[in-house]
């Protein structure tokens, strides 16, 4: 186990004069004070399979912040704008965060990372593998989106599903929050999980490989038992190597205790993103009979495709088991030809590939292939006479590549901020002192079925 201690700075505005959660709320939430709560020392033991110990980090503060209110604030975002050498808000606020840190005698440098809370309501996001959060006390001080803000400090960029560029979008893992039904209630800190999915666990040296199930490079058909992805307390098989993809196995419990139901997930990981895979019949979260079927299994073609099956035979949740059944009858190679495309195309179709007799993925779309299509259509354009015409295909050309670079350029921004709530919670200890007089609380963020 390896020590992660946070430093975490209770900051209040120069001129904020509002009242503040208690200190010791903050240290059970932050430190091993709280220890078996489902806070946040354990959301990072349990997600890093015990790698992680938190439970010495240390929470300092209340202290004035030498900035005068949340307006002055958003300002240095407008002053950025005007001159690029002046800090952006956030950065900003960490620079302040650091020097008032300074001023009080503390030595960052003693300190895995910084948590920066903010009190009364507050911009929050997390530094990508910059080791900095920052949160408020009103709307994402709950382990759901600590979880996130915290995991960008260790190199977590958010979760998607498979086909799609688009952020936030598996819903069962916390690189996706504000934007998951799935959080659960709780009375002490507003609302816990959901946790992290194998493939972002293993991209952070997290997964516990001794206890992955892997195949090897020949064929096989087998069935494999998997105990739910965050009880390493439990013996067996954690997760399930298959390809590219990693399987793993959710009990409605503890982190997950929000889910609808307890589901087996196959997740594929690129570009610093993991990216949930939907079964053949289009559901992501996988229940028994659910299966994802590549290939055709009946063909008895002597250089027939390939085959793969990751199908679910049964979920037990009393023994804490999932039994998965996994095939995979590689294609015979043809001589001289260097691989054999299946279920796809070489162009972007996806699908698979089979290179000297073994399995690889297609991913369905990339950005850079369609940047690369742009150039292409751009310069064939020259060759169409009709000037009209070719000013439109060279138009459209160029949407296409500005459309593909700005979403390159976005992945950049090494800030990154939770989706945008429907609504918001705050901690229980701290609702009283963040509502309004004769309003009603903070609007539920979800509606559960």
């Known amino acids: 186990m390896t020590e992660s201690r946070w430093c975490i700075l209770l900051c209040k505005f120069s001129t904020d004069n509002s009242a503040t959660l208690p200190k010791n709320h903050y240290k059970r939430l932050f430190t091993g004070l709280g220890a078996g709560s489902l806070n946040m020392t354990d959301f990072f033991s349990d997600m890093s399979h015990g790698q992680l110990d938190l439970t010495n980090s240390e929470v300092h503060g209340w202290f ?24 952006g808000s956030r950065d900003h606020l960490i ?62 960029d958010h979760s998607r599903q498979d086909g799609s560029m688009a952020d ?34 293993r991209s952070r040296g997290w997964l516990d490989e001794s206890r992955v199930w892997k195949s090897g490079n020949s064929g096989f058909n087998t069935t494999v038992q998997l105990r739910p992805l965050h009880r390493r307390d439990l013996s067996g098989y954690l ?19 929000g889910f609808n139901h307890s589901d087996v997930f196959i997740h594929r990981f690129s570009a610093n993103h993991s990216y949930v895979v939907a079964g053949t019949n289009g559901n992501f979260d996988l229940v028994a009979g659910d299966k994802l ?58 699908g698979w590939i089979i290179v000297n007799g073994h399995l690889h993925r297609i991913p369905p779309w ?48 090494p800030f990154r901020t939770p989706a945008k709530a429907k609504t918001l919670r705050a901690p229980a200890a701290g609702r009283q002192r963040t509502r309004r007089k004769g309003k009603a609380r903070t609007k539920e963020r979800r509606n559960r079925d």
């Open 95 to 156: 620079d302040v965060g650091r020097k008032t840190a300074a001023d009080q005698g503390i030595d960052l440098n003693a300190f895995a990372g910084l948590v920066i809370c903010m009190n009364g309501p507050m911009d929050y996001f997390g530094r990508l593998g910059g080791m900095v959060a920052v949160f408020d006390s009103v709307n994402s001080l709950r382990p759901s989106v600590i979880g996130q803000e915290m995991g960008h400090g260790y190199g977590l």
């Open 64 to 87: 004035s912040f030498g900035i005068k209110d949340k307006a002055e604030y958003d300002s240095f975002d407008a002053k950025h704008a005007m001159d690029p050498s002046v800090p």
């Open 239 to 257: 997760a399930a190597e298959f390809g590219e993809y990693l399987v793993e196995y959710r009990k409605k419990e503890r982190w997950d205790a």
């Open 366 to 413: 990339d950005p850079g292939v369609d940047i690369l299509r742009g150039l292409v259509t751009y310069r064939n354009a020259a060759d169409i006479r009709d000037a009209a015409a070719q000013q439109a295909a060279q138009r459209s050309a160029l949407e296409t590549i500005s459309k593909q670079i700005s979403a390159l350029r976005v992945s950049l921004d």
């Open 168 to 201: 936030y979008m598996d819903p069962w893992d916390v690189m996706s929050t504000d934007n998951t039904p799935f959080e659960q209630p709780n009375a002490e800190y507003g609302s816990v999980g959901p946790g992290l999915n194998a493939w972002n666990m």
């Open 293 to 350: 079927e590549s290939g055709d299994p009946s063909s008895l073609d002597l250089f027939g495709s390939s085959y793969s099956k990751i199908e679910v035979i049964s979920i037990d949740d009393k023994t804490s088991t999932a039994t998965l059944q996994l095939v995979y009858r590689p294609a015979r190679e043809v001589p001289s030809i260097y691989g054999t495309v299946i279920g796809g195309g070489t162009g972007d179709g996806g």
